[in-house]
């Protein structure tokens, strides 16, 4: 069975950091692009960062940028997402995603992990 599985999340304080994994089982994701989103209760999903297969090409949404880092492991076929300066406005259920083409559209991605709960307090 083809499934993507986050850890990593937690609660920490404002200002502290938490380090995501997305480890990837059943299928080989080495030539995927891969992101990062993020649903906070009563809101929609958002893009947080995606990255090329290569990891050559990085983007990030606007109010992650100079805090949170993106990377990954195709040897280990795992996704990693640093998130430092926390905020309580991060504070959401983070999924990792993959999908053939470089996007920031949800909809395009074809899978989905079930989801890390991050927490962040004031």
């Known amino acids: 069975q083809v499934s993507l599985v986050e850890s990593g999340g937690g609660l920490v304080q404002a200002g502290g950091s938490l380090r995501l994994s997305c480890a990837a089982f059943?299928?080989?994701?080495?030539?995927?692009?891969k992101a990062w989103f993020r649903q906070a209760p009563g809101k929609e999903r958002e893009f947080v960062a995606s990255?090329?297969?290569?990891?050559?090409?990085?983007y990030y949404a606007d109010f992650v940028k100079g805090r949170f880092t993106i990377s990954r492991d195709n040897a280990k076929d795992t996704l990693y997402l640093q998130m430092n300066s926390l905020k309580p406005e991060d504070t959401a259920v983070y999924y990792c995603?993959?999908?053939?083409?470089?996007?920031?559209?949800?909809?395009?991605?074809?899978?989905w992990g079930k989801g890390t709960q991050v927490t962040v307090s004031s």
């Open positions: 990255i090329r297969w290569n990891g050559v090409m990085t």
């Open positions: 995603a993959a999908a053939r083409s470089p996007t920031v559209r949800p909809g395009e991605y074809e899978y």
């Open positions: 059943g299928h080989t994701f080495t030539y995927y692009h």
